[in-house]
């Protein structure tokens, strides 16, 4: 089955600066992959999500890229802001089972 | 619209107690799943219900059985509570399986 592997862990930043998460998968069949954004308490809830058939999908300030051939994707948030401060989910649906799997997270802190 | 609704928020419950989490959904979705979030384990799937009158299992079942009551609504029950069924547990729909998933603000499950 599908396997996520997310990093870093823990991500801090200063305000303005660029943060990069990155992930990578194992079934080359997945096909789907959303990034997902929790704030302390509070529901997951999708910030950006690119398909297998696309290299590259922007929204704003932030972006989110993906390569087939070596089985990775990232998040890229620029000029980061203090409200960006959460811990952010990727997920790959596997082409064979059909649901997400989800790495285990990044804490991303941004310092004013 | 109220998106996804999970009752109760919060539960503490004796070792072999049993209980049932609730789930409804008002997006006319398709699909619903029941997650679980451990710190450091991000989010793993217990079961899920592609369509109305199916359901399958996730990565992490035991424990749990699940009933899909109609398209609305997706219950999860615990037969008998173990501690390490101590999480916070999400349902999720979504309008079919590869598509954005909406999640519910989650029940905090804790188990003595």
Same mark, same amino acid.
């Given at each position: ?26 079934? !080359? ?6 990034? &997902? ?76 | ?14 070792? #072999? ?15 619903? &799943? ?8 991000? $989010?793993? $799937? ?11 299992? #996730?990565?992490?079942?035991? #424990?749990?059985?699940? !009933?899909? $009551? ?16 101590? !999480?916070?547990?999400?349902?999720? !729909? ?9 999640? #519910?603000?989650?029940?905090? $499950?804790?188990?003595?």
């Amino acid at each position: 089955g599908e396997n996520v592997e997310q990093h870093p862990s823990t991500l801090s930043v200063q305000e303005g600066d660029s943060a990069v998460i990155k992930c990578t998968y194992s079934d !080359s069949a997945s096909n789907y992959f959303p990034w &997902y954004k929790q704030e302390l308490g509070k529901r997951p809830q999708l910030i950006i999500d690119i398909r297998s058939n696309v290299g590259e999908k922007k929204d704003q300030r932030i972006a989110v890229t993906l390569n087939k051939t070596a089985k990775h994707f990232s998040l890229h948030i620029t000029e980061t802001q203090p409200e960006d401060s959460a811990v952010y989910f990727c997920a790959a649906r596997g082409g064979s089972q059909g649901n997400l799997i989800f790495g285990k997270g990044t804490k991303l802190s941004v310092k004013p | 619209n109220a998106g996804v609704t999970q009752t109760p928020k919060f539960q503490v419950l004796k070792t #072999g107690q049993s209980m049932t989490l609730q789930c409804a959904q008002d997006m006319n979705h398709n699909s619903m &799943y029941w997650y679980r979030q451990d710190p450091g384990m991000g $989010l793993r $799937l217990i079961y899920y219900s592609a369509s109305e009158g199916t359901t399958d299992k #996730g990565e992490v079942p035991n #424990g749990y059985n699940v !009933s899909r $009551l109609n398209k609305r609504e997706f219950s999860l029950r615990l037969e008998s509570a173990a501690p390490s069924q101590t !999480s916070v547990y999400f349902c999720a !729909s979504s309008v079919w399986e590869s598509y954005e998933q909406y999640f #519910g603000p989650g029940t905090r $499950l804790t188990v003595t």
